[in-house]
């Protein structure tokens, strides 16, 4: 792993356009920056000495004037679904986790964006971490290359990039950390870089109301809103956002949302026992929703200790999707994966705080 040094260039937060004028002032041709774009964010290359068809004087001034920042795995937890859980250590000590979630017709990765989270929701593990920092657009993009790694290695596979979906619901609020998001989407869809298709990728937000604009018109990948209450009461009370923008500030930024060409949105409601799982909560979150072309992912609690909160059962929840329906709401129960080793939604952190081993 290339040690950073502190004030040279993130090469890997790069888009393309910015590495060609870096390239360009280290007195090379454009067509390199291309070359090493393909390296970073293609081939997923953690040393400039791998970039064997640039010349060694090229890689040698690299070294000297720019930082690779890649992740490194620090801890593997593998569920009996088969997920995986990893946990990388960035390149200043800090922790974060991502989920790989294999199923028979794709590869998703769960990506994180920073480290721990300043939303403060009561019933997830990360915030009670807080924020530490942003990750950067190269650190995040780190995640997806090393996880390739990972399964190319696991399941001995030939394709380079073997993930096929994102969804950015790991650690942190990514439209918190929205400028590095950005620039971090742009990179793995490149041509030139990984290529996922918009339609591959989902970033889910509690509902930053004005971010969601900007995500609107500045990005043309899913969205995905966690809303986890059917009135304000109960969201205030768990979710600290909703003191700031209420649902119907957050249902009106889902109206304007431009749900063509198979963009959509849909809502992550996590079930609590006697919180937002009754008859009555199922009725009110049909009114919201009723009409609007999105889909709802019922996910049962995954009780996290200490926090206070209870998982529904499974015939509450199918009387929960049930009443939704009946309201012509789509509404799925959606697998927990990863529920053993506290890699399923909400529990991220569990495993770094249960080691003591929480960055500084
Ligand atoms: S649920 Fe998401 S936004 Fe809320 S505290 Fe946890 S990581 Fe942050």
Redesign the pocket.
Known sequence: MVTPVADSVDIASLPLPELTAFVAGLGEKPFRAKQLFKWLHQRGATSFDEMTDLSKALRERLKAEARLVTVEKDLEQRSVDGTIKYRFKTHDGKLIESVYMPSPDRKTLCVSTQVG?A???KF?A??TLGLQRHLTPSEIVAQVHAVNREVRANEKLEKLRPLTNLVFMG???PLHNFENLKVALGLLQSEDGHQFSARHITVST?GLVPMIERFAAETDVKLAI?LNASNDETRDRIMPVNKRWKIADLMNAVRNFPMKYGRRVTFEYVLMSGVNDSDENAGELAELLRGLPVKVNLIQYNENPGLGFNSTQDNRAATFQKLLEQAEVPAFIRANRGRDIAAAC?QLANVVKQEGVTAP
Request: proline share 0%.
């Open positions: 989270c939303m403060g929701c997830c990360t915030a650690m942190g609020e509690v966690s909400g």
